[in-house]
Each structure stands twice: as structure tokens, then as C-alpha cells.
């Protein structure tokens, strides 16, 4: 073989192993077989093309490798049978029946083998093409990158190899295309120094940069990988998911055994719920802090059972009967339990379904025969609790003593929990006499000392480090789970019973049905908080969440002076940062959301009407502008005729002439005459009018002469040149 | 109108004698009207005395001619003062430049002493010797020449000198069929004694005055003095125009309007002028030699890239 031969057969080599790298993750990722068959396949393909094989040899030939390889896969028969042939061409009528019927499912394995055989057929004659005419396969060769690249990324496909031996191929591919280029354009042989110069050096740099590369320490990847957040956007499921992992999607889980680790957001609805004001969604609370997370203590507790519509007994009061409102519930997702706001007192729904309470954790779960069922519309009917500012003042630090030993589980705290929490406890709640107060002061810490919300910053305690510990002196950065489980915990301490709550926050509002705002809850609010038992008072939520707002009802049933009273927003933020924005500014953007959402609606509900004014004007625009020509400069002539004749209009004629005539590409150039101009513009119009204006013009402005001038005169000879100009 | 006349008068008078070269006979009558002089660069024998001549006669004007050769003295041309014995008395003897119409042959062959006898009496249009200042009878009108091909044995004029000229002119040779023609006349007598003057002197001290009076806007002195500064920012250009420069470009198209029949300038004839009155006046830089630009090249460049002022600077 001559040298130019192997220059070519090294080319199309190369390009078989890249075209092969291709082949590779699709065959592994579509469980599909016989690569070796694929890449034969691609050979028999590059070689023809290396051999310059007529296309009426070559293509029989493909077409018989691909029947051997349907008939040898798919069949036991006998190629050179013919049972073979009569089985081609029956698949082939059968499948072309189903395309033209477009019933692709019905589509056979054989012919999708077929159709993927004629894929790589084009391919490769594509590459053929870039290889012979173009002489450059960078794009072939970036998009071989791009592609292993990106299944090593986001699949299970490992690429690592690949990537290798496709830069490797590519860049030497590349190389000797381009040493062909040269040969080709200079019309020389390709000599055999130029071919060991070019490629050696191509494969010397490549050798020594590639172990250099591989020598060299490599920092980390300085982002976190991609995947999960891609992998979390695309799935909507939430539930079951947690607890392990750095990252973890935002929403629902039951597994809370680990907290911390970053969140990634997913604004995936969950539910909308259509309720009279913003509301705290409760789904279940935990009882047992691990010093990593939460568990629940005896599963097997007691369940109530309830029918629809039957009143619900919580272990929280619901407020005065009069104040009752329902919440009307749309699931998006499907959870078989109920998503409660407080003082829930019944749920009414048209599905079949019984609610079990319970005990341990207050979840409604439902059911309908024996099974846990999801519901998907349902009413809750509810009165939130209003609790006596006078009764919570009075709850006293000995009234702890009396409490029963069902509450123990509320007392939980890990034997291995630093001590400087439990003081922390002590200085936080130094000198508030009644236990509300206790509770308000942890409350408030969060807010005032350094504490910060942060859904990707949050940290995982490792080893023996405790969650709370961590969070409270070592971070001071978390979400949800590090504030309510802090709070929690450093309530324990102060041995006030206290429980973690996991739900949704109230969400955004999206529209109005009949004035009751409808909110959407979406994975992003999934939420947790705090329930604290005070005695004789029952349980009562706080919001420690730096950002969040959540009081409970107060009763200001005090008889001093008002200037002691709490006031109803009680939380003093210092406004922190906020992931969502505090009742007052929510309410004004709830006003601009609804002006804005009415007028997006008018224009939606003439959508039509506007599309098509917009593409009327826009074509009555595109045809004024394509025959500008033939208006634009005829619209001068009545205006200028309603002016007086005097030397201003005259000039303002001239100028408006000489305007019009640029425009047209009769261009005066910056060093022109105007006598020049004129005498070139009455050549192309075969007149003297230019000529005639002009010298008026000049007598005017150059030689200050305006009185004895023809205006009538000029205005004939200037209309007649713009009319020239239009025709 | 009367005016375009009579100096056209001239010009056909000229171009009785004159074949060809119609507007170096116009652009040397302009330069008359203008009160300049002319410096005219050719090679001997292209008709340059014939036309001064006929120039002179046109305009009923005293003809004197200087040949200029080396040991020329500033005497011979202003004139001497010589003691009469009879009266006791030194008497001034008047030297050729006292003419009205002067030709100054081969200027540069002469010692730069003479030279500038000479450029100093046309600019002050006076002469003074022994402390007595006379001035030189109206009309005066150099015509001085040089040859460009003889370099030997010359004092080349300083720039400074050069500036006293409103315009360098350079005939040519006449087209062959002109040649010819020439031939044809001169075959059976001499054309020159042949011609009268169609205007008298006081008719063209008058012209002079009339030229003055032609409107040169304040756009076009503004173009004047736009084309004047960018000789004086070329890149070609080592030395641009001196403001009498500018001046004489004026003066130039002040006359050559006239000559057009118009009492007012227009960019036209400041274009048309500009190389003949700047020509002589910028130096190029050895760059432009290099480039093989001339001075025409240079000029005209800058004519190209001047924008023609022609509406009024919005007063906003």
C-alpha cells in the first residue's frame, strides 16, 4: 500500500474506533447485545468506504450483512434457506404495515435491529462525507465528547475509558486529516517525513500531556455533582426518600433517623388546598431524638378509628365551634393520610375511606378495606385553638412534677447530649418564670444570635457529633429540622414536654375560588416545627424556623396593663434572611399577585385577538416597509406643498431631496460637490432638474441670494424628482 | 456679467496665440485678477513668455522681462541710482520689475540674493533703494518660471519664497493636434503682433477691485480653512499651508467665481484651485516619495475627505 493509503486507512480507523465508543453506551444503557455484530457492522462499513466500493456493490453487501445478523440473532434458520428469505420479507411487510399504520408498538425486534442497521448506515455515510469532502471531523469528534461525556455524567454508563481512547483517536484522527489536507493542497505526495513529523509529534504531545495529566494532583470537582439535582427534578415522588446520602431532595419522607445534609429544591406540587387563611399542615409528629434524627417509640400504640364526617378527638382542642372553617384539599400526590391543620375536627370527603388516629404520633392515616388507601379530594373541617394568654402565664415550673408518665416519651433526650446544650437551656430560660415564657424565650434565641437559614449549608453531624450540639454551637446554619429539632431538644431540657412536627407550611397562594384563597403546597414547603405541652394548657405549636411565622392563637384575657401585653406577632425578627416572606409583605404581594394574575388573564382570555391584531399590524409594517418606495417619498410632496414658497421651505426641500436620494444609494460622497452631485444625479435620471435646484440652492446659500428665485419653478423640478424617486 | 465678459475677453485674446492651454491662460488671468503671482514650472520652449506676452498685450500692460542667469545683481532687477554729473545729482534709473506685467525667466538660476530682490518687491508691490521706497505701478503681475529638469548650478526657491506665489503652474506639452495647429499659425507670421488689447489697464485695476467684492460665505471660508489644517495633519504631509495660504486660496476663488460669471464662491472653484494654489506651498514627507504619492495625490485625498459644507450648523 502506498503511503497515502495508510494515511487514508488510518483515518478511517481512528474514525471507526470514536464511531465505536458511540456504539458502546448505547448497546449497554438499551440492554442490547452483539456489540461485536454493531462494530463488524461499522467496519465492513469504513472499509468500503476505505476501498472506495461503488455504491451498487457496497450496498447489497450491507444489506446481506444485516439480514445474516436479523436471521442468525432472531432465528434458528438457516441463512442460505430459503424459510430465511420468506422470513425477511414477511417481517419486512408486517412492519412496514404497522409504520404505515403507525401502530409502533407493533413494530418487531427484528426491524428495530433493521432501522438501528440503516441509523448507523447513515451515520457512517455522514462521516464518509466529512472524512473524504470536508477533511474535518471536529464536530464528529466534540460531539463524541459531549455524548460520553454526558452518559458518564447523568447514567450509569462509566465513560471513563471511553473518553480516553476518543480523545486519543480523536485527536490523531484529526491530525492525519489534516496532513492529508496539506498533501491534497499542495498537490505533493504526502511524504514520509511530513506523516512521521505531523503525527508523531500529534501523538508525542498527546503521550506527555496525557501523563502529565495523569501524574499531576487533581483538585476535587468544585461543584457537587449534578446528578441528584437533575435526577430530583425529573422524579416527583418524595416519600420514603431521606436519611441517607449528602444531598437529599426537599419534601416528605418518613425516615428521619438522619437530619442535616444539603437540600436540593423541587417545586413539584404536592397538594393545593383552598382555606380561608394560611395554615400549618400537619402530617405526624416524633417522639425520640437519636442525636442524629428522629424515630418514632412504640409503633403499636393506640389507633382510633373514625368514619367521615365523625368529629375527630386530637390531643389538641379545637377553638369555639362558631369559628369553625373548612379546608378543601386537592392531593396532586398520593399520601394515604391527611394533611391536618390545627383544631382539625372532622374530614368530610365523597370517596369511601376510614381515618385512623394515632396515639404515638397523631397521624390520619386512611384506610378502606384493611389497606391504606390515598385520597384525593377531601374537606377538613377545623377550628384553630386560641389558648389564654392569662392561662399560659400561669403555667408554672412545678406543674411539671404532676405529669403523667405518658409523657416521658416527650421528655427523651440521648445520654450522649453535650451538656452545654442542657445549659444552654438553663441560660436561655434564666429568670422566665412561667414555662410559655420558657418556651418563647428558646423560640426567640434562634432569632437573635447568629443563626442562619440555609437549605444547602446545613451539616451533618459525623461520629459521635450530636445534631442539636453541632447546629446550636458549631454551625448556627440550617433549616427546618436543625431549628424545631433544637428547639425541641433544649425544651426537653428544661424538662418541658415537647414533640417534633413534620408537615407543610401554608404555602403560595395561586388563585381565588370565590375569595377563599386556594394555596399550593409544593415539596419546597415541606416543613417541620414544634409542639410543646404546657399543663393544664395542652399542646401548643412554635415556629423556631429563622424566616417562618407561625403563632398560635392568643386569648388576651390579661388583667393589667395592656402595655405588658404580648403582641400578636410576637416574633421579633431581625429580619433574617428570608425564604419566605413574613404575613404582612405576603398579603401585599398576595394583592399584587391577584392584580397581576387578573390582567394576565384578561390578555390570555383574548389571546387570540391579540396574536392576531399582532400579526396584522406586522404585516401591514412588513408590506409599508417592502414597498416604501413606492409611498414614502410621494407623501413629501403634499406636505410640502401646503408650506409657503419662501427660501426656508426651499431649503428644507432640498435638504429633504437630498435625504431621499441617499436612501435610494445615490450617495454623496463626503468630499462631493453638490454642482458634482447634481450632475451626477440628473446622469442617472437623464434630466437637468437636480442641476437647476442646486444652482438655486448654492445661489442662496452660498451666495446669499434667496429673493429672486422661481420658487413655483423649483417646486416642479423638485416634485418631478421625487416623483422620479418613487416611480 | 459685464465682468465674466471682459475677462473672458482676455482669456480668447490669449488663446489667439495661446493653442491649448486654456486654463493656464484662465488660471493665470485669475491669479492677475487676484493681485498674485504666478510661478510656472516647465521645461523651455512650451509657449510660457508667449503667453505672458500675450497677457500683457491683452491688457494694454508694460511687458518687461528679466532673464535671470547667476551673476544677475539685485540692481539689475530693482534698478539703480546713478550720478548725473551734469545735474550734480544721483538719478534713479528704474529696474524691469517696474513693469506692469513682468516675466521672470528661470528664476532659480539666479543667486538667492537677486531671488529675493525680486519675491520682496512682489510681495510689497514697492521697491527701496538708497532708503527710497517706490512703489511698483498698478497692475503688477509676476509670471516667474523654473525648470524643473536642470538641477545644476540652480538655487532652488525656499519654501519661504515659494509662499510669495499664488499658484505654481506647469504648462505641459501641447497635445499633438494642437502642435500642429501651432505649426499652422506660425507658418506665415507671428500671432503675437497680431493681437490688440481688449481691456485697458484701468478696466482691470477695476476688475481687481470687483474680485474683492465677491461673497465668500462663512461656510466656505470655513471650507477653506478646514482643507487648510488637514495639509497641516496629513500623514503624507511634513509642512502644510501657511494661513497666507489660505488667503490666496480665497483670493483664487474669488477671481475664478467671477470668471464663472457668479458674485459668490462655491466649493466648486475652491476644490478646482486647491492644487494650484496649495500645490507649491506642502512639503511631502520622504514617506509619501517612498509610496510614490505626489503632492496632486496628497491634495486631492484631502478634497476627497473634506466634507463640502453645505447646510446651515443647526444653530440648536
Redesign the interface.
Known amino acids: 500500500m502506498s503511503k497515502k493509503a495508510v494515511l487514508s486507512f488510518s483515518i478511517y480507523f481512528f474514525v471507526f474506533i470514536l464511531m465505536v465508543e458511540w456504539l458502546k453506551p448505547v448497546i449497554e444503557l438499551t440492554d442490547t447485545d452483539h456489540l461485536y455484530l454493531f462494530s463488524s457492522y461499522l467496519l465492513l462499513s469504513f472499509l468500503f468506504y476505505f476501498v472506495r466500493l461503488r455504491w451498487y456493490y457496497a450496498a447489497p453487501l450491507k444489506l446481506l450483512f444485516i439480514g445474516w445478523v436479523i436471521i442468525s440473532i432472531y432465528t434458528d434458520l438457516s441463512f442460505f434457506s430459503l424459510d430465511a428469505f420468506s422470513y425477511l420479507i414477511e417481517a419486512l411487510r408486517v412492519n412496514l404495515a404497522a409504520l404505515i399504520t403507525r401502530e409502533w408498538l407493533e413494530v418487531t425486534n427484528p426491524f428495530r435491529t433493521f432501522l438501528f442497521f440503516l441509523l448507523l448506515w447513515m451515520t457512517t455515510y455522514l462521516l464518509n462525507y466529512w472524512i473524504r469532502v470536508r477533511k474535518n471531523i471536529l464536530l464528529f469528534f466534540i460531539l463524541t465528547i459531549l455524548f460520553i461525556t454526558i452518559l458518564d455524567t447523568f447514567s450509569p454508563y462509566n465513560g471513563e475509558k471511553s473518553i480516553v481512547i476518543a480523545l486519543v483517536s480523536g485527536f490523531i484522527g484529526m491530525g492525519l486529516l489534516y496532513v492529508q489536507k496539506i498533501g491534497i493542497e499542495n498537490k505533493e505526495q504526502v511524504k514520509a517525513p511530513l506523516l512521521l513529523g505531523g503525527v508523531g509529534s500529534l501523538v508525542g504531545i498527546l503521550v506527555i500531556s496525557g501523563t502529565l495529566a495523569f501524574i499531576l494532583p487533581k483538585a476535587g470537582p468544585s461543584w457537587p455533582d449534578p446528578v441528584p439535582f437533575f435526577t430530583s427534578a425529573k422524579s416527583s415522588t418524595s416519600s420514603g426518600e431521606g436519611g441517607s446520602g449528602v444531598h437529599r431532595k426537599v419534601g416528605y419522607g418518613e425516615n428521619d433517623e438522619n437530619l442535616g445534609g444539603a437540600f436540593v429544591q423541587d417545586d413539584t406540587p404536592v397538594f393545593t388546598a383552598a382555606v380561608p387563611t394560611k395554615q400549618y399542615w400537619k402530617i405526624e409528629t416524633k417522639d425520640t431524638y437519636t442525636s442524629k434524627g428522629w424515630i418514632q417509640s412504640n409503633t403499636e400504640s393506640q389507633v382510633s378509628s373514625y368514619n367521615v364526617g365523625e368529629l375527630i378527638q386530637s390531643d389538641i382542642t379545637p377553638g369555639e365551634e362558631e369559628r369553625t372553617a373548612i379546608a378543601s384539599i386537592s392531593m396532586l400526590q398520593e399520601y394515604p393520610f391527611v394533611m391536618q391543620p390545627y383544631g382539625i375536627k372532622r374530614v368530610d370527603a365523597l370517596e369511601p375511606f376510614t381515618l385512623s388516629w394515632s396515639e404515638s404520633n397523631q397521624k390520619l392515616t386512611t384506610f378502606n378495606g384493611g389497606s391504606t388507601v390515598p385520597i384525593t379530594n377531601y374537606d377538613v373541617a377545623y377550628s384553630e385553638p386560641v389558648y389564654s394568654l392569662k392561662a399560659l402565664r400561669n403555667t408554672k415550673i412545678e406543674s411539671l412534677d404532676s405529669l403523667t408518665s405518658e409523657f416521658d416519651r416527650y421528655l427523651q433526650l440521648p445520654e450522649t447530649l453535650p451538656t452545654r446544650v442542657r445549659e444552654l437551656a438553663t441560660s436561655i430560660t434564666d429568670g422566665d418564670e412561667s414555662l410559655y415564657e420558657k418556651a418563647k424565650s428558646i423560640e426567640r434565641y434562634f432569632r437573635q444570635n447568629g443563626f442562619r437559614y440555609d437549605q444547602q449549608l446545613a451539616a451533618i453531624p459525623e461520629g459521635d457529633m450530636d445534631y442539636v450540639d453541632q447546629f446550636l454551637f458549631d454551625t448556627k446554619v440550617g433549616y427546618c429540622d436543625n431549628f424545631s429539632t433544637s428547639m425541641v431538644v433544649l425544651l426537653r431540657s428544661e424538662g418541658i414536654p415537647a414533640r417534633w412536627v413534620k408537615g407543610f407550611a401554608p404555602g403560595e397562594i395561586v388563585q381565588r375560588e370565590d375569595s377563599v384563597p386556594v394555596y399550593e403546597i409544593t415539596n419546597n414547603n415541606a416543613h417541620s416545627w414544634v409542639e410543646a405541652y404546657f399543663p393544664n394548657i395542652g399542646w401548643m405549636t412554635f415556629e423556631p424556623t429563622i424566616g417562618f411565622s407561625n403563632s398560635a392563637n392568643l386569648n388576651y384575657d390579661l388583667d393589667i396593663q395592656t402595655d405588658e401585653l404580648e403582641a400578636p406577632e410576637q416574633t421579633p425578627t431581625p429580619t433574617p434572611k428570608k425564604p419566605k416572606p413574613e404575613t404582612e409583605s405576603a398579603e401585599v404581594s398576595e394583592r399584587l399577585t391577584e392584580v397581576m394574575t387578573r390582567s394576565v388573564k384578561w390578555v390570555l382570555d383574548r389571546k387570540a385577538a391579540f396574536i392576531w391584531s399582532i400579526i396584522g399590524l406586522a404585516f401591514i409594517g412588513l408590506l409599508a416597509y417592502r414597498f416604501r418606495r413606492k409611498w414614502l417619498s410621494k407623501m413629501l410632496i403634499p406636505v410640502y406643498r401646503a408650506r409657503k414658497n419662501d427660501w426656508d421651505t426651499f431649503e428644507k426641500m432640498y435638504?429633504q431631496l437630498?435625504k431621499q436620494l441617499h436612501s435610494y444609494g445615490y450617495v454623496k460622497?463626503?468630499?462631493?460637490?453638490?454642482?458634482?452631485y447634481a450632475t451626477q444625479i440628473d446622469g442617472y435620471f437623464n434630466g437637468n432638474h437636480m442641476k437647476k435646484l442646486t444652482s438655486v440652492y448654492?445661489?442662496g446659500?452660498?451666495?446669499?441670494?434667496k429673493i429672486e428665485v422661481d420658487y413655483v419653478l423649483m417646486r416642479e423640478s423638485w416634485e418631478n424628482l421625487i416623483n422620479q424617486l418613487s416611480g | 456679467m459685464m465682468e465674466q465678459l471682459q475677462i473672458q475677453s482676455i482669456i480668447t485674446n490669449i488663446g489667439k496665440v495661446m493653442i491649448g492651454k486654456k486654463n493656464i491662460a484662465e488660471l493665470a488671468v485669475i491669479a492677475l485678477l487676484a493681485e498674485g503671482h504666478v510661478l510656472l514650472e516647465d521645461v523651455p520652449g512650451v509657449g510660457k513668455t508667449m503667453m505672458v506676452r500675450a497677457l500683457a498685450k491683452s491688457i494694454g500692460a508694460d511687458f518687461k522681462r528679466i532673464q535671470f542667469t547667476p551673476d544677475l545683481l539685485p540692481s539689475d532687477v530693482l534698478g539703480v541710482s546713478i550720478y548725473n554729473p551734469k545735474e550734480m545729482e544721483f538719478e534713479f534709473r528704474a529696474g524691469p520689475i517696474m513693469g506692469n506685467i513682468v516675466l521672470a525667466d528661470e528664476i532659480n538660476r539666479t543667486s538667492p540674493k537677486t531671488q529675493s530682490a525680486l519675491l520682496e518687491g512682489m510681495e510689497e508691490a514697492s521697491v527701496t533703494i538708497d532708503g527710497i521706497t517706490m512703489p511698483i505701478p498698478k497692475p503688477f503681475f509676476v509670471m516667474a518660471t523654473q525648470n524643473p529638469i536642470e538641477h545644476e548650478g540652480t538655487y532652488p526657491l525656499p519654501e519661504a519664497q515659494l509662499d510669495r506665489f499664488l499658484m505654481k503652474l506647469k504648462m505641459g506639452y501641447p497635445h499633438p493636434s494642437e502642435e500642429l495647429e501651432i505649426l499652422d499659425r506660425v507658418e506665415k507670421l507671428s500671432p503675437i503682433e497680431h493681437i490688440d488689447s481688449v481691456i485697458t489697464l484701468e478696466q482691470l485695476i477695476n476688475l481687481q477691485k470687483q474680485v474683492k467684492m465677491v461673497k465668500v460665505d462663512q461656510t466656505m471660508k470655513g471650507y477653506i480653512v478646514d482643507l487648510a489644517n488637514r495639509t497641516r495633519l496629513d500623514t503624507y504631509i511634513y509642512l502644510g499651508v501657511s494661513p497666507r495660504a489660505s488667503i490666496a486660496l480665497m483670493r483664487a476663488a474669488q477671481s475664478y467665481a467671477m470668471l464663472q460669471g457668479r458674485d459668490f464662491v462655491i466649493p466648486d472653484d475652491i476644490q478646482y484651485l486647491t492644487p494650484f494654489v496649495f500645490g507649491h506651498r506642502v512639503i511631502l514627507r520622504p514617506e509619501a516619495r517612498y509610496d510614490g504619492i505626489s503632492t496632486e495625490e496628497v491634495l486631492t485625498r484631502i478634497i476627497k475627505r473634506t466634507p463640502v459644507p453645505y447646510k446651515r450648523k443647526v444653530s440648536q
Open positions: 435638504h437630498l460622497e463626503q468630499g462631493q460637490t453638490l454642482t458634482d448654492e445661489k446659500f452660498y451666495g446669499g441670494n
